[in-house]
């Protein structure tokens, strides 16, 4: 298939584009986590990666159009990024015709394991965090959380398919995107944006493999879902860990004979068989319930069965805890926390059903576990998440080396305002790292040997030069730090992007 060409349509928006190309040249930009450090005028492409293709990319540069290859997280951040500040986008997706393992609705933006979004926590936790950080760059799937969300105690956790269906709208009735059910196969030419994900379909994959080098990839896993009404609630608590929340998990615990015999069933139970090309490492934040089981009879204990922060209705902890989650707003459906699994679909049933409260449990949705597929992106792409062999071709999402929904999303945003920016003749400045989104994209390209995943934390960003001891503190300045940081360099993009 041919792709990057643009719909005749489209004409209309390519002549606006024409024009707001010509109109937008500042001297100076700043966005989110980089400085542009030089401008370009509109009708040059040197300086820019792939200017010996100049006449090209001048010629692209004219329609301003956009090619968006997958509408999950990332892509549809993406799309709507571009739309928002005036450029025409085709977004491509294999939905309704198709489907990777994982997806299953005909909306975009779907969650395929968890209905969590993280930590809601802004001055406390790093990807809550990077969420506010999100909403000041105007991202469609924070305002999609925030409006679909169910309580999840500190987590910002969202009814799926309210929020697929919410994000789908709002990309399918945007004027200035245009989508296009269709696999895609090869690389695309032109301005593009590559996001099909951890579980990008065999023919493209393959055609990044052959032009890109050997991609790397590790296992991740989806946990369980069980029907509310089959739960036995005579054998649950309800109670949030340490109080925080509104009542909103469903506690399952286990005395110490229950926890016991739970967990020798579950490391001997028959798991589903590993393709060889599937053989490989498990990213720590997606390991297995049963690969965790088997490094010692209480990793449970301290891990996801951990029982701390909770007392049940006489004020005892017991000994282990199984949390439960709703999956939607009706609270039809519930999660289990932390159960990632790749045991057999009987096996599942046989060992789950061993917690005394899900002794009858009806099993609505049966936990998977996948390849995920990434990017050695430090060999191949540019600080701006554009190819170090083609300029105009971008790559976001988790197949760059980002771990998670909301960090996917984020990097969707990143590499529109980037192409964004090049396509009006800006070359970006290194990601400040003093913001969770620019130290994200920083990890994705920094040079390194070993490259591997990496969600929101702490840890990648730039410390603050103060010694402080206090560790809520700590992060509270980290936040405020990060904020006006984004608050300031949001403001600026908007003023130099914004459609005219
Ligand atoms: C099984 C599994 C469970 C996970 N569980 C969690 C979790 O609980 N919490 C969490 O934070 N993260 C989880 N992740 C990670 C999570 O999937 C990603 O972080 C997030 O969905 C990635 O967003 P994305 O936009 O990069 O890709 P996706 O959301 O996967 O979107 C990619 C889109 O591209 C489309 N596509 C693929 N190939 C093609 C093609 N060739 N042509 C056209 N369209 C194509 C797909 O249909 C899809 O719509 C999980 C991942 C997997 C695989």
């Known amino acids: ?69 997958g509408a ?53 936790n790093a990807c809550g965090l990077l969420k506010e950080e999100m909403r000041l760059l105007g991202s469609l799937v924070m305002e999609a959380a925030d409006a679909t ?65 050997g991609a790397l990839h590790f296992y991740d896993a989806a946990a369980p879902v069980v ?21 909103d998990y469903v506690n399952c615990p286990m005395n110490k004979e229950e926890y016991e015999a739970f967990v020798e069933a579950l490391v001997s139970a028959e798991r589903a068989v590993a393709h060889e090309f599937e053989k490989g490492e498990i990213f720590e934040g997606c390991m297995p319930v049963e690969v965790m089981a088997a490094r010692g009879r209480d990793t449970l204990r301290f891990g996801m069965l951990k029982p701390v922060g909770l007392y049940d209705e006489n004020g005892k902890r017991p000994y282990a805890v199984l949390q439960l989650r709703k999956e ?3 609270g039809t459906a519930y999660n289990l926390v932390g159960f990632q699994t790749n045991l057999k679909f009987p096996e599942q049933k046989r060992v789950f059903s061993m917690i005394p409260a899900l002794k009858n449990a009806e099993f609505l949705r049966y936990g998977v576990m996948h390849r995920n597929t990434y990017l050695d992106s430090p060999k191949i792409l540019s600080a701006d998440l554009s190819l170090k062999t083609d300029g105009t071709v971008f790559f976001a999402g988790q197949m760059t080396g980002v771990e998670g929904y909301v960090e996917s999303a ?5 590499a529109a305002m980037n192409c964004a920016l090049k396509m009006r003749g800006y070359a970006p400045a290194a990601w400040d790292c003093g913001t969770v989104s620019g130290a994200l994209a920083h990890h994705v390209c920094a040079e390194t040997d070993n490259f591997q995943p990496m969600n929101a934390n702490y840890g990648i960003l730039s410390p603050l030069g103060l010694n402080v001891r206090d560790k809520a503190l700590k992060k509270r300045m980290l936040a405020e730090r990060a904020l006006e940081k984004v608050r300031e360099n949001a403001a600026d993009a908007e003023d130099e992007l914004r459609a005219e």
Request: charge should be neutral; charged fraction near 25%.
């Open 72 to 124: 999950g997280l990332a892509g549809c951040e993406a799309a709507h990024y571009l739309a928002r500040h005036g450029f025409s986008v085709r977004l491509y997706d294999c939905k309704p015709n198709k489907f990777t393992p994982a997806h299953s609705s005909k909306n975009l933006a779907e969650l395929v394991c968890s209905n969590s979004l993280k930590s809601g926590d802004v001055w406390g």
């Open 227 to 247: 029907s509310a009404e089959s739960i036995d609630y005579s054998k649950t608590f309800t109670a949030d860990r340490y109080g925080k929340g509104e009542g």
């Open 1 to 69: 298939m041919s792709i990057g060409k643009p719909a005749k349509s489209f004409s209309h928006f390519q002549e606006k584009i024409l024009d707001i190309c010509e109109l937008s040249f500042y001297n100076r930009f700043s966005t989110l986590g980089y400085r542009v450090l030089k401008t370009k005028t509109p009708n040059r492409a040197d300086g820019l990666p792939g200017a010996e293709r100049a006449e090209g990319v001048e010629r692209r540069m004219e329609k301003g159009l956009v090619t968006v290859i």
């Open 410 to 414: 984020d990097s969707g945003i990143l």
């Open 328 to 330: 939607n707003v009706a």
């Open 149 to 213: 969300k169910v309580p999840a105690g500190g987590a910002l956790a969202v009814d799926r398919e309210a929020f697929s269906a919410y994000i789908t709208e709002r990309i399918r009735s945007d004027p200035n995107i245009e989508y296009v059910p269709e696999e895609v196969k090869e690389l695309p030419q032109g301005y593009a944006i590559v996001a099909t994900g951890p579980l990008t379909l065999d023919a493209l994959a393959e055609d990044i493999r052959a032009k890109l080098g």
